[in-house]
C-alpha cells in the first residue's frame, strides 16, 4: 500500500524513538546493576576486553586457532557468572539486553533491507489514525447510555414502547462488541436525529478496538470529501490509499450516511466501499435517518438489493435526547 511521505516520516521518527527509549531503560538497569553488583560490572569490562583480544587476533593474519578457542572458552565462563549474578541478584537474564518493542528488527523497522511487520503494522494503525481524525468525535461506552431518556410507555406514533425497543438495541450492541470478529455481521443503525446512533457505533468501536482490531470510524460527508480530493489530485482512476484503508479495515463505521452532497462520485464510492467489504466478508457498521425508501431513492435499488438488504437492521426509537440533554440543563440552571 502506497503511504504519503509525511506518514513514513512519522513512522520512522516513532521507531526511532523506541530504539532510544529501550537503550536509555537499558543503560539504567546496567547502572542499578553495577550499583548493587560491582563484580557484575567486572565481568562485563572482562568480556569488552575479551571482544578487542579476539579482534585483534583475526586481524594479525596468524594462526591464531587455538588462541581464539582460549578466549571463547573464557568468554563462555565469564558469561556464565554473569548470568548466574543477574539470577541471585533478583534480576532476569536479559537484564542487560536492549528490551525492543519488536525483537525481529530491534525497533529499526526493517530486516535484511525488506520491511518489517511491526513497521507495516505502524504505518496502517498512523493511517488509521489519520482518518478517524476527520470525525473528531470521542469515543463512547455503552455505561454511559442512559436508558432514562426513553420512554417506558407505548408510543402512538409507532405502536412501540421506545424504552424496551432501546433496552434491547443497547443489549444487542454490547453482545456485538463483546462476540466481535471480522466475521461479525454487518449492521445498520436506522432512527430519527438524537435517538444513540452514534453512541452506540462508537461504544462498539472502544470496545472492538480494546479487542486490538483496527478501526476506521468516519462521517460519511467527511471521508466522501476526502476521497474525491485525493481522486481529483491523483488524476487518476487507480483506488487511492483512503480507499484501500476503507475497503480492508477490520470494522468499518460510516457515520450520519445520507447527509452527504449526493453526486455521481459519491453514490458511486459508497457502492464501491460496501461492496468491496461485503465480498470480502468484512464487517461494516452503517448509521442513518434515511429509511430503507430513501436510500434507495439515493442510492438506487443496486445498492440496497446488494449490500444494504444484507445488514442487520438496528432500529432506534423515541424523542431526540440530545433535545432532552438540553432542557434538562437549561432547567437546572
Known amino acids: 500500500?502506497?503511504?504519503?511521505?509525511?506518514?513514513?516520516?512519522?513512522?520512522?521518527?516513532?521507531?526511532?524513538?523506541?530504539?532510544?527509549?529501550?537503550?536509555?531503560?537499558?543503560?539504567?538497569?546496567?547502572?542499578?546493576?553495577?550499583?548493587?553488583?560491582?563484580?557484575?560490572?567486572?565481568?562485563?569490562?572482562?568480556?569488552?576486553?575479551?571482544?578487542?583480544?579476539?579482534g585483534r587476533a583475526v586481524l594479525s593474519g596468524a594462526d591464531i586457532r587455538s588462541e581464539l578457542e582460549a578466549l571463547k572458552d573464557k568468554s563462555l565462563r565469564l558469561q556464565e557468572r554473569l548470568d548466574d549474578l543477574l539470577v541471585k541478584n533478583g534480576y532476569g537474564k536479559n537484564w542487560l539486553e536492549e528490551w525492543y518493542v519488536c525483537k525481529k528488527c530491534g525497533d529499526k523497522g526493517f530486516v535484511d533491507g525488506k520491511m518489517c511487520s511491526c513497521m507495516k503494522s505502524l504505518l496502517r494503525q498512523m493511517s488509521y489514525d489519520e482518518l478517524n481524525s476527520i470525525s473528531p468525535l470521542e469515543l463512547s461506552s455503552?455505561?454511559?447510555?442512559?436508558?432514562?431518556?426513553?420512554?417506558d410507555q407505548t408510543d402512538e406514533r409507532t405502536g412501540k414502547n421506545p424504552n424496551y425497543v432501546m433496552s434491547k438495541a443497547l443489549s444487542f450492541c454490547r453482545r456485538y462488541a463483546e462476540e466481535f470478529t471480522t466475521r461479525s455481521h454487518s449492521l445498520i443503525f436506522q432512527g430519527d436525529s438524537g435517538l444513540g446512533k452514534t453512541h452506540l457505533?462508537?461504544?462498539?468501536?472502544?470496545?472492538?478496538?480494546?479487542?486490538?482490531?483496527?478501526?476506521?470510524?468516519?462521517?460519511?460527508?467527511?471521508?466522501?470529501?476526502?476521497?474525491?480530493?485525493?481522486?481529483?489530485?491523483?488524476?487518476?482512476?487507480?483506488?487511492?490509499?483512503?480507499?484501500?484503508?476503507?475497503?480492508?479495515c477490520d470494522l468499518l463505521i460510516l457515520d450520519d450516511l445520507g447527509t452527504e452532497f449526493s453526486t455521481k462520485f459519491s453514490v458511486a464510492e459508497i457502492y464501491n466501499i460496501l461492496n468491496t467489504r461485503m465480498m470480502s466478508s468484512l464487517p461494516t457498521i452503517i448509521s442513518t435517518n434515511l429509511t430503507l425508501a430513501r436510500i434507495q431513492e439515493q442510492y438506487g435499488s443496486r445498492l440496497v438489493s446488494r449490500v444494504i438488504g444484507g445488514l442487520d437492521r438496528v432500529e432506534l426509537i423515541g424523542t431526540d435526547v440530545r433535545q432532552l440533554k438540553r432542557r434538562e440543563r437549561k432547567n437546572s440552571k
Do not use: H, W
Open 201 to 248: 457505533s462508537l461504544a462498539i468501536a472502544s470496545k472492538v478496538i480494546e479487542k486490538g482490531y483496527g478501526v476506521i470510524y468516519v462521517s460519511t460527508p467527511a471521508v466522501l470529501s476526502k476521497l474525491e480530493n485525493e481522486r481529483f489530485y491523483s488524476r487518476g482512476e487507480q483506488r487511492s490509499s483512503t480507499e484501500q484503508l476503507l475497503c480492508e
Open 142 to 151: 455503552f455505561e454511559s447510555f442512559d436508558l432514562k431518556y426513553y420512554p
Open 1 to 54: 500500500m502506497a503511504y504519503s511521505t509525511e506518514l513514513y516520516e512519522n513512522a520512522r521518527r516513532e521507531m526511532e524513538r523506541r530504539r532510544t527509549i529501550a537503550e536509555q531503560e537499558l543503560d539504567r538497569r546496567r547502572s542499578e546493576l553495577f550499583e548493587n553488583c560491582p563484580e557484575a560490572q567486572s565481568i562485563e569490562e572482562n568480556l569488552t576486553k575479551i571482544s578487542v583480544a579476539a
